[in-house]
């Protein structure tokens, strides 16, 4: 029994020796339970909203109010005409548009009845459905306490519309997800190991007495993986149009050329990673671990970013993922151009600068 407590001794020094292991245990368990305990929820709060009040009477003001007291809605702005509406959405932080008839108060009273336009950006289905439900509970809520007031069966009903998905089907929210999830994890994970399997089995030296610079050593480390990630890109596409029946509305060549610039932002990472690591299964575990999560929990393909706490949505502006995630749902699903993306693209272009930066400067020309 002796030696077996110092067995476990010794297993117990080699654990806290190692800070990756302590990492593992304590570090990731937490990390899991910060973003499922926050992230995860089916709730959808503080939505971008517009209004276009063509009546602005007692009734549609009283509407109005109940919207923006609530916490599913943020009215960001009242517009001036229907007209405007197509702008509002292709802008993109803009998920849902009220708008309400001239005379809204004058023939819910004579007519007994009065409409109100509901417009939802669909290529979200659930959330666009979702937000159509919260109006109409909030009208038919509404309608309830005024038909108690005046003792008079008044009755207003929604004109629906659901823009760039009007069948609510999944292949529009799911298809620019996967992109985003599939070429991030791909990248980074397999570029993780190249310059570490160097190590391992020795061939670094070979490379560092060549007269390779250690820019064209990462280079050559990321180019076939490049190559390779735009073969995955094309089948994706390539199923999307014809086993999902999911139109690419935009310029095709906009879209490769913006996830180019995605996939060379992930292999950036990945070989941040490599320059990093001391194993094979080290990169990959920090690849798969440190990218699954965020990708997963802070991009917006699964959960809205809207509905976390401020300090979530401040770290979703580091996950790469979340910005190609809205260019690929503004060229594929929107049809947009250039003009509505670029600020993202130019986002995923000073992160593939800054972890290339990282990559040269850790990459060390001298065996340890």
């Given at each position: 029994m002796?030696?077996?407590?110092?067995?476990?001794k010794?297993?117990?020094?080699?654990v806290?020796r190692?800070?990756?292991t302590?990492?593992?245990?304590?570090g990731?368990p937490v990390?899991?339970?910060?973003?499922f305990?926050?992230?995860?929820t089916?709730?959808?709060?503080?939505?971008?909203i517009?209004?276009?009040d063509?009546?602005?009477?007692?009734?549609?003001?009283?509407?109005?109010n109940?919207?923006?007291?609530?916490?599913?809605?943020?009215?960001?702005?009242e517009l001036?005409?229907?007209?405007?509406?197509d702008?509002?959405?292709?802008?993109g932080?803009?998920?849902?548009a009220?708008?309400?008839?001239?005379?809204f108060?004058?023939?819910?009273?004579?007519?007994?009845?009065?409409?109100i336009?509901?417009i939802a950006d669909?290529?979200d289905?659930?959330t666009?459905?979702?937000?159509?439900?919260?109006?109409?509970?909030?009208?038919?809520d509404?309608?309830?306490?005024?038909?108690?007031t005046i003792?008079?069966?008044?009755?207003i009903?929604?004109?629906?519309r659901?823009?760039?998905?009007?069948d609510?089907k999944?292949?529009p929210?799911?298809?620019?997800g996967?992109?985003?999830?599939?070429?991030?994890l791909v990248c980074?994970m397999?570029?993780?190991?190249?310059?570490v399997?160097?190590?391992e089995l020795?061939t670094?030296?070979?490379?560092?007495?060549?007269?390779f610079?250690p820019?064209?050593v990462?280079?050559?480390k990321?180019?076939?993986?490049?190559v390779?990630?735009?073969?995955?890109?094309t089948v994706?596409?390539?199923?999307s149009?014809f086993a999902l029946d999911l139109p690419?509305?935009g310029?095709?060549?906009?879209?490769?050329?913006?996830?180019t610039m995605?996939?060379?932002?992930?292999l950036s990472l990945?070989?941040?990673v490599?320059?990093?690591?001391s194993?094979?299964q080290?990169?990959?575990?920090?690849?798969?671990?440190?990218?699954?999560?965020p990708t997963?929990m802070?991009?917006?393909?699964?959960y809205p970013?809207?509905n976390m706490?401020?300090i979530?949505?401040v770290?979703?502006?580091?996950v790469p993922?979340?910005?190609f995630?809205?260019?690929?749902?503004?060229v594929m699903?929107k049809?947009l151009?250039f003009s509505y993306?670029?600020k993202?693209?130019?986002?995923?272009?000073?992160?593939t600068i800054?972890?290339?930066?990282?990559s040269?400067?850790?990459?060390?020309?001298r065996?340890?």
């Amino acid at each position: 029994m002796k030696q077996f407590f110092a067995f476990i001794k010794k297993e117990f020094s080699h654990v806290f020796r190692d800070r990756k292991t302590l990492l593992m245990l304590f570090g990731v368990p937490v990390v899991q339970i910060v973003l499922f305990g926050f992230a995860l929820t089916n709730e959808i709060k503080n939505s971008n909203i517009v209004i276009v009040d063509n009546a602005k009477d007692m009734a549609s003001q009283q509407i109005i109010n109940k919207l923006a007291s609530t916490p599913y809605f943020h009215i960001k702005k009242e517009l001036l005409s229907s007209s405007q509406i197509d702008a509002a959405f292709k802008a993109g932080d803009v998920k849902l548009a009220i708008v309400f008839p001239a005379n809204f108060y004058t023939d819910l009273l004579h007519a007994n009845k009065a409409q109100i336009q509901v417009i939802a950006d669909a290529s979200d289905p659930n959330t666009g459905n979702t937000l159509t439900n919260y109006v109409t509970y909030i009208v038919a809520d509404y309608q309830a306490n005024l038909n108690a007031t005046i003792k008079a069966p008044e009755q207003i009903t929604l004109d629906t519309r659901m823009l760039y998905n009007p069948d609510l089907k999944g292949a529009p929210n799911f298809v620019p997800g996967v992109i985003a999830m599939v070429m991030l994890l791909v990248c980074v994970m397999m570029t993780s190991i190249s310059i570490v399997r160097e190590k391992e089995l020795g061939t670094m030296e070979v490379l560092l007495v060549s007269p390779f610079k250690p820019l064209y050593v990462i280079l050559a480390k990321a180019v076939p993986y490049l190559v390779l990630s735009l073969v995955n890109l094309t089948v994706i596409l390539l199923l999307s149009v014809f086993a999902l029946d999911l139109p690419i509305k935009g310029s095709i060549l906009l879209l490769y050329g913006v996830s180019t610039m995605y996939i060379i932002t992930s292999l950036s990472l990945g070989l941040l990673v490599s320059t990093g690591a001391s194993s094979q299964q080290g990169a990959m575990t920090l690849s798969l671990v440190g990218m699954m999560l965020p990708t997963l929990m802070l991009s917006g393909y699964i959960y809205p970013i809207e509905n976390m706490p401020m300090i979530l949505q401040v770290l979703s502006n580091a996950v790469p993922a979340k910005w190609f995630y809205i260019i690929v749902k503004a060229v594929m699903l929107k049809g947009l151009g250039f003009s509505y993306i670029w600020k993202e693209t130019l986002i995923l272009f000073g992160m593939t600068i800054f972890f290339l930066t990282l990559s040269l400067r850790n990459f060390k020309i001298r065996l340890e």
